[in-house]
């Protein structure tokens, strides 16, 4: 009796248990796992901007500037922008823990529109634009050793950076904790160099090496537009102050980690710059310094002979390091795109055995590849650049707009309202300073690609038009109303033989 009233009580609630049961055989659905800490997010902001811009940008920001004591201003003030920009996202990382970047963020604050935009321009040629000419200089870095005296093909030089690609992307596929601890692996390997560069630097200068800092603003430009590009072209060693954001989801404790990350690793990355720009000036002139084709390498050869090739090695693991932050955050990117409905929904998968967006990152490295044929790609970097800081400028505007439209929120971490309004006024001036100071048509072309992300956006988004399902019903053929039902297995179902029976 006991046994039939288990089986009965069983089989009462055979509804409730089989959906349980189902649920329990079934596998969990696939999500982003909280794997990074710390350390590795430190490793994370500070690998990504430290690429190839300190080893190369010194020489445009002195172009721009005209003097030494410009230049290290301009360091300086670019360190103190990405510190109160980054503080800025540090507060939307905090009230709205999503991956994606500015996604999220210009979502919240101005709606889908402007969102679509950013992931539009930045998926399609922002970031695998980016991650392109940073692998670009990887591959000229570790192929000029072996043409001495010469420029090395660029044949050579684009399929090393297509393996570079390659690599970064099968890595980042494969898994995360493979992912970070590359990143943690060549962090370090970049650290090592710069330390390297200052401590030479600080011995030069206690040798007495200082005739380039007398009388060092002489000379300094004050064209309004020139001044702009310096701060372009100190940004873009700065760039990567905002990588933390495209990850948040697979942060550990976010409200802590993020903004202390933060707090620890853009700092550390400015005087970094500041110092090694002033070792630069203990060995060369303003001239000399114009004239070097590799700044960091001709400190080398000048100053570390006969261990000159440690520099141009070192250079190859920091910009290696560098693609590898930039492919990491890129996927995370695509991913939340395509999750929201703003991309080809299977960018939104994730690998069930090993958590990665590998569809978004196959996506962002075949793009990559591509970028990396043209003959000159910084051309389009410096033209898209613009679009970068009306996207920054965007951000923080979303941030002010939050503080009055959304006041419920949480929010870990408040920072004055004075930095974002800032932060916007400054991104307004690098928008519009060089296209008033140099107008170019190419501007035009940029602005009218991101706008022309509408003409996707209405018919696809908006209104969801699926050209799939409209084409499947125009092509299907309607069934005949006599003719016999068939199970899978081919034979007839009881309605097709009462049907025959009936005839």
């Not at 009462?12 to 089989?18: A, D, L």
């Not at 303003?286 to 001709?298: D, F, G, I, R, W």
């Not at 996927?331 to 690998?351: C, D, F, K, N, P």
């Not at 965007?394 to 932060?423: D, E, G, N, Q, Y």
Request: proline content about 6%.
């Amino acid at each position: 009796m006991d046994g039939e009233k288990k089986k009965t009580a069983t089989n009462n609630g055979s509804i409730k248990g089989v959906v349980e049961a189902k649920k329990q055989g079934q596998p969990k659905a696939a999500a982003l796992q909280k794997n990074v800490g710390l350390l590795s997010s430190i490793c994370l902001i500070v690998g990504t901007m430290i690429g190839s811009g300190i080893f190369i940008s010194p020489k445009s920001v002195l172009e721009g500037t005209g003097a030494v004591g410009p230049s290290l201003c301009v360091w300086a003030a670019c360190g103190v922008l990405a510190t109160l920009g980054a503080l800025c996202y540090a507060e939307l990382g905090t009230m709205i823990t999503k991956s994606g970047g500015e996604y999220p963020y210009l979502m919240e604050g101005f709606g889908p529109v402007l969102a679509y935009l950013y992931s539009w321009t930045t998926v399609i040629v922002l970031k695998p634009s980016s991650f392109a000419i940073i692998a670009l200089s990887c591959a000229e870095y570790a192929s000029t050793p072996f043409y001495p005296g010469c420029t090395p093909p660029q044949v050579i030089t684009k399929c090393l950076a297509a393996a570079c690609i390659l690599i970064i992307t099968v890595v980042n596929c494969l898994s995360v904790k493979l992912a970070y601890r590359v990143q943690n692996f060549f962090t370090a390997a970049k650290l090592l160099i710069i330390v390297i560069i200052v401590v030479s630097g600080i011995v030069l200068l206690a040798q007495g090496n200082t005739q380039n800092f007398k009388d060092s603003f002489t000379g300094a430009s004050t064209s309004f537009g020139t001044i702009g590009l310096a701060f372009y072209n100190g940004l873009w060693a700065y760039d990567g102050w905002n990588q933390l954001n495209f990850i948040t989801e697979e942060l550990k404790n976010p409200y802590r980690n993020l903004p202390l990350a933060i707090i620890i690793g853009i700092p550390l990355v400015t005087v970094c710059y500041i110092l090694v720009n002033i070792a630069y000036f203990t060995v060369m002139t303003p001239v000399e310094l114009l004239q070097s084709p590799a700044v960091a390498v001709t400190f080398g050869d000048r100053v570390l002979y006969p261990l000159s090739w440690v520099v141009p090695l070192f250079v190859v693991f920091s910009t290696f390091g560098a693609a590898n932050g930039s492919c990491f955050t890129a996927g995370r990117l695509t991913y939340v795109a395509g999750r929201e409905g703003h991309m080809v929904r299977i960018l939104s998968y994730i690998s069930v055995k090993r958590y990665t967006p590998a569809p978004a990152l196959m996506f962002n490295g075949i793009l990559s590849i591509i970028y990396t044929i043209p003959a000159d790609i910084n051309t389009l970097i410096n033209y898209f650049s613009f679009a970068q800081w009306v996207f920054y400028g965007l951000t923080c505007a979303a941030l002010i707009v939050m503080r009055f439209t959304r006041k419920k929120l949480h929010r870990p971490v408040k920072i004055p309202i004075i930095i974002p309004v800032v932060v916007v006024i400054v991104s307004c001036y690098l928008v519009l300073a060089p296209i008033i100071d140099k107008p170019e048509i190419e501007y035009l072309y940029c602005t009218v690609f991101i706008v022309g992300g509408l003409l996707l956006y209405v018919p696809l988004i908006h209104f969801k038009f699926n050209w799939i399902r409209h084409i499947t019903i125009m092509t299907e053929v309607p069934p005949l109303m006599n003719t016999p039902r068939c199970s899978p297995r081919g034979r007839l179902t009881r309605q097709g033989r009462l049907r025959q029976g009936h005839e």
